[in-house]
């Protein structure tokens, strides 16, 4: 019996070991179950029911370094904030810039035959080798890709906006199925997402896609591009549908320059009326008017206040950029929002369709199928005067001050999305992607 002990005790002692590392191992797997719980916790779904009631708390600064919850990109999304990282195209062509460049920004969704004219009229516009032009797309479609990348007239930066509702077919910031439909729908209106605007609308993604796209250009030309976040002169905004005349960037160039002396109260300046039927008034003298939406430029400074009222512009109700700058923002200011500009157009506003039209051969809507701009020998040279003295406009007719809205931008998440487009250069926040 002594001659077996030994063996048994050998083999009681192996089984207590083998116990021990199992409950080891255990104990391991249960805290990483724990873990991943958590962390999982962390990029739950992008819920309205999460954000305060109070819309504006927390949202009084924008330097601070609080998680910004994204939504969780797509791999379209991913593959085209990796092409915004890409260098200047036609770096042979154009080595450098001249010196006081102004950058044009142009914005554009999806109507190429809009942007074909565009581009035809940009790349007969004196000066335009100078500069860079930077093209903005609201989503990814292929023919206006192409159309931009067959540029060579200047240096070009394409970027697109990563968090495009185009993007994102069945999840927000596009159409989620469990998305609130509207009013008209009742059967889905319960149990659903979404906040209605103050007509009783639920979102339509293509709708806000037009304020979203316009704010995260804005924060990203301004405050994240390579190119353009250190600059902090005048930068020239504009769309798909404006028609740039040959002078145009000589004459914003005349303008920038005159605007310390002849208009010191104006923020920016304008290639064209704040009228966009107008073509100028033709007489020797300087404008100064509410700042338009067509071709129009500003610098850092004013930016920099822009940027100021973010809550402002992310929480009205209202769908454009514009209408809200107009409504709630530049009122915010305190004083009188004044452009300076000549009294002759240098861009002109061509679209005849309505939101997001145009893009089909057979749906091109530029008086009725037809581009007729008649560019005249004044339209080619610069026709400002500096010894020209500025009438002011006053009191012009528009939206302003006390205007509620048209809607369109009641949800919480589009609230939301749009104050985190404000944070995203202005720190090195975490950033989860719900």
């Known amino acids: 019996m002594a001659i077996n002990q030994k063996p048994r005790l050998k083999d009681s002692a192996l089984r207590r070991f083998k116990l ?3 409950v080891t191992l255990l104990g391991f797997l249960l805290f990483m179950i724990l873990m991943e719980t958590n962390l999982f916790q962390n990029f739950a779904p992008w819920s309205s029911d999460n954000i305060r009631e109070d819309p504006y708390a927390g949202f009084g600064r924008f330097d601070s370094n609080d998680e910004l919850k994204l939504p969780k990109q797509t791999e379209l999304s ?12 036609n770096l042979d062509l154009y080595p450098n810039l001249a010196k006081d460049h102004i950058p044009i920004v142009l914005y554009v969704h999806n109507r190429p035959q809009y942007l074909r004219v565009v581009i035809d009229s ?3 516009v004196t000066g335009i080798s100078e500069t860079l032009l930077i093209v903005s797309h609201d989503g990814y479609f292929e023919e206006m890709d192409k159309l931009v990348q067959n540029i060579r007239f200047c240096s070009v930066k394409q970027i697109f906006a990563p968090y495009s509702p185009h993007l994102f077919p069945d999840s927000f910031p596009g159409v989620s199925p469990t998305d609130c439909m509207g009013k008209h729908y009742p059967m889905l209106t319960t149990n659903c997402r979404g906040n209605p605007d103050q007509y009783g609308n639920h ?15 804005m924060n990203t030309v301004w405050d994240g591009l390579e190119e353009t976040r250190g600059l902090s002169g005048h ?3 504009i769309e798909e549908d404006h028609f740039i005349l040959p002078n145009a960037y000589r004459n914003l160039q005349f303008l920038v320059s005159l605007k310390p002396k002849k208009c010191p109260e104006c923020y920016s300046v304008n290639l064209a009326p704040s009228d966009v039927k107008s073509r100028g008034e ?6 100064a008017e509410r700042m338009g939406n067509i071709g129009y430029a500003f610098n850092r400074s004013v930016w920099k206040k822009i ?4 809550k402002e512009f992310c929480f009205f109700d209202e769908y454009n950029w514009d209408i809200t700058m107009w409504a709630t923002v530049f009122p915010s200011f305190g004083s009188s929002v004044y452009s300076l500009r000549g009294p002759w157009t240098s861009a002109i506003h061509f679209g005849k369709c309505g939101l997001h039209q145009g893009q089909d051969e057979g749906d091109v809507c530029i008086d009725n199928g037809l581009l007729n701009i008649d560019v005249k020998d004044i339209d080619k040279v610069v026709n400002i005067n500096s010894e020209w003295p500025v009438e002011v406009f006053r009191g012009q007719p528009g939206y302003g001050a006390g205007f509620r809205g048209w809607g369109g931008w009641g949800d919480e998440r589009d609230r939301q999305l749009c104050l985190n487009f404000a944070q995203m250069y202005r720190s090195t926040p975490n950033v989860s992607r719900s």
């Open 20 to 22: 021990v590392i199992l």
């Open 78 to 89: 991913i593959r085209l904030e990796k092409r915004n990282r890409l260098p200047l195209r």
């Open 122 to 124: 940009l790349s007969k």
């Open 203 to 217: 979102r339509l993604p293509k709708i806000v896609s037009l304020k979203h796209h316009w704010w995260w250009m």
């Open 235 to 237: 930068i020239l905004f």
């Open 282 to 287: 033709g007489n020797n003298f300087l404008v």
């Open 307 to 310: 940027h100021k009222k973010a």
